[in-house]
Nanobody, 129 residues
Framework: QVQLVESGGGLVQAGDSLRLSCAAS????????MGWFRQTPGNEHEFVVS????????YYADSVKGRFTGSRDNAKNTAYLQMNNLKPEDTAVYYC??????????????????????WGQGTQVTVLS
């Protein structure tokens, strides 16, 4: 049974930091491309960051570049999202997602939620102004 479990969300002030974790089980974690998405009420999932299966590349949405850092520890079967200098517009439910992919064609789109096979339950991040 595949499980992705996010943790680390919370209520913070603008300018604060949070680190989200995504623990994976039921899969060989090192064979997964990992992504983080976020969603606000009434909106679609918004891409945040994607991390190659071996950490060889990390791709960010423009809105979080320079503030957020995606990483993974394959020995711990865990992906991370370090969020610094949080802004009220970062308020959302944050989801981790996994794609069973270790090679990337020219048409691969890491920002496309449909590329991801498995999703966590989400963790709420609220940033107060």
């Amino acid at each position: 049974q595949v499980q992705l479990v996010e943790s680390g969300g919370g209520l913070v002030q603008a300018g604060d930091s949070l680190r989200l974790s995504c623990a994976a089980s039921g899969l060989t974690f090192s064979s997964l491309t990992m992504g983080w998405f976020r969603q606000t009420p009434g909106n679609e999932h918004e891409f945040v960051v994607s991390i190659a299966w071996n950490g060889g590349w990390v791709y960010y949405a423009d809105s979080v570049k320079g503030r957020f850092t995606g990483s993974r520890d394959n020995a711990k079967n865990t992906a991370y999202l370090q969020m610094n200098n949080l802004k009220p517009e970062d308020t959302a439910v944050y989801y981790c997602a996994a794609d069973r992919r270790t090679s990337y064609s020219g048409t691969y789109d890491a920002t496309d939620k449909n590329e991801y096979n498995y999703w966590g339950q989400g963790t709420q991040v609220t940033v107060l102004s």
